[in-house]
């Protein structure tokens, strides 16, 4: 295990003080989701300060604070950037989110607006993709939090991991979204704070010509901008950024739990608020040759760095905790967010829309909490095998890419060739699928992307030609 400045002992008491406390905020806030709407979507009157705290601080993941330091150490300055174009997906989203709120003036899902688009057959393909991509970023949480306890808080990796989702699991349960939205606030300010403090410190200890110039010496790759594994890396991880935000209910459901018209500042603001986050953390990772940083996992090169350099300011213990409550905040920020949005999926669309249940408002709130359960236990389940993040990560770009054309158009165009446009989503998947594990990495999202895309417009003009055919006079005999 790696040594760190901070005992296990210490390690136990932040991580338990921090759950007590969200614990305890979950139940205090939770005291307002009193109605199933008010569980699922926070009683649909969430304000601009909320809003944007709440979309920033869940898109501050642990995978935030691990692949985008990895990305750069291994991909140098465009590996960089390339987490950090995960915003635009933010940002474009603001304006989705005002006609998303146009459309579906009373939707609880996204799982609402594909069913009412695509029929059964699009919703049912849509379910299954995104109930795999949300389980699969769920176990990345699981698992970057776990590693990032044991390294940063002499936590064994099974009981960190465990821990964290546990005190999710129990704040999400008493207050669903209003617990969810009112404990990222705090949260988002934390690591706000914390990470300013933290760069700052960094930026000011650290010799930045010096830095380049070791990186020219010894690692003159990663200061290639024709890099072309990095360029497909930033491609690649602005489609997937795009397609994550576009089709999971953790975005869809904050649409419709935020005011209309607040809605659109919301996401843009905290795209913005969140693109310097993993440039500086990938500026950290870049100074590990140079500091002469012992990197024994790459995962985990972002937070040994940041301690290293606090710790060579002098600050000691001080920088090993203070790296664990800003990370902790940004793993529980994620991992909450998710579990309430899947349990929304499972209970709106899989509960009542698969199985035909009418879910009596007195038994909604036990089955949320066994929906939140069940999902947290497969999570859990998966994560304790460890895999690498970004590979778990990466894996399911194809998946979420292949829904941005579908999302974008069904929200634009009237007129679409339904089967065509399902086609489209089914073969993106497999075909990004197959150049992610047969070419390279970096290729998944952007087949998914591109053969979703020439089905989708393809669907438009079938649509338009259908149309012009009803139209023309039958022939006179």
């Excluded at 920020?333 to 879910?359: M, P």
């Excluded at 941005?404 to 086609?423: C, S, T, Y």
Aim: charged letters at 10%.
């Amino acid at each position: 295990m790696l040594a760190t400045s901070i005992t296990a002992s210490t390690g136990w008491a932040i991580v338990i003080a921090l759950g007590f406390i969200w614990i305890a905020l979950g139940i205090y806030w939770g005291r307002k989701a009193k109605t199933s709407d008010g569980f699922m979507l926070a009683g649909r009157n969430v304000g601009l300060s909320l809003g944007t705290a709440t979309a920033m601080a869940t898109w501050v993941t642990s995978n935030t604070t691990m692949v985008a330091p990895l990305l750069a150490y291994e991909k140098g300055v465009w590996g960089m950037l390339a987490y950090a174009s995960a915003s635009f997906g933010l940002m474009l989203f603001a304006p989705l989110a005002f006609r998303i709120r146009g459309l579906l003036p009373h939707g609880v899902t996204a799982g609402d607006f594909f069913r009412l688009r695509y029929g059964r057959t699009g919703w049912a393909v849509f379910l299954a993709i995104t109930l795999v991509y949300s389980v699969t970023w769920l176990v990345t949480m699981a698992i970057a939090g776990g590693k990032l306890l044991e390294v940063l808080g002499n936590i064994p990796y099974a009981q960190g991991m465990t821990l964290i989702l546990v005190v999710c699991v129990i704040y999400t349960l008493f207050g669903g979204l209003y617990a969810v939205i009112g404990t990222d606030f705090i949260q988002s300010l934390i690591i706000l704070v914390g990470i300013v403090f933290i760069g700052f410190t960094v930026v000011t200890r650290m010799d930045v010509a010096a830095v380049h110039a070791h990186l020219t010496r010894h690692q003159p790759a990663l200061l290639d901008l024709m890099m072309p594994a990095a360029l497909l890396a930033i491609f690649n991880n602005m489609l997937f950024g795009f397609g994550e935000v576009m089709h999971n209910n953790v975005w869809w459901s904050r649409a419709f739990a935020m005011r209309r018209t607040i809605a659109p500042k919301a996401f843009f603001l905290s795209g913005i608020l969140w693109f310097p986050i993993p440039i500086a953390a990938g500026f950290v990772a870049l100074a590990a040759g140079p500091l002469g940083v012992n990197i024994t996992d790459a995962s985990q090169v972002g937070p040994q760095v940041a301690e290293h350099v606090l710790s060579m300011a002098g600050l000691g213990k001080i920088a090993g905790a203070l790296i664990l409550v800003v990370l902790f905040c940004s793993m529980a920020s994620s991992i909450d967010s998710l579990l309430a949005a899947t349990s929304d999926l499972l209970v709106r669309d899989v509960y009542e829309g698969v199985f035909k249940q009418t879910l009596d408002p007195a038994k909604f709130r036990p089955v949320a909490a066994t929906s939140i359960i069940i999902v947290s236990l497969i999570a859990w389940g998966l994560a304790l095998s460890g895999w690498n993040v970004d590979q778990v990560l990466f894996s399911s770009g194809a998946l979420v890419a292949s829904l941005i054309w579908p999302v974008i158009a069904g929200l634009f165009w009237k007129r679409l060739n339904r089967g065509l446009v399902i086609a489209g989503i089914i073969c993106g998947c497999v075909a990004g699928m197959l150049c992610y594990f047969r070419l390279q990495t970096y290729t998944g999202a952007l087949v998914g992307a591109a053969v979703s895309m020439v089905f989708t417009i393809a669907a438009r003009f079938i649509a338009a030609v259908e149309i012009a055919d009803t139209r023309q006079p039958s022939p006179q005999s």
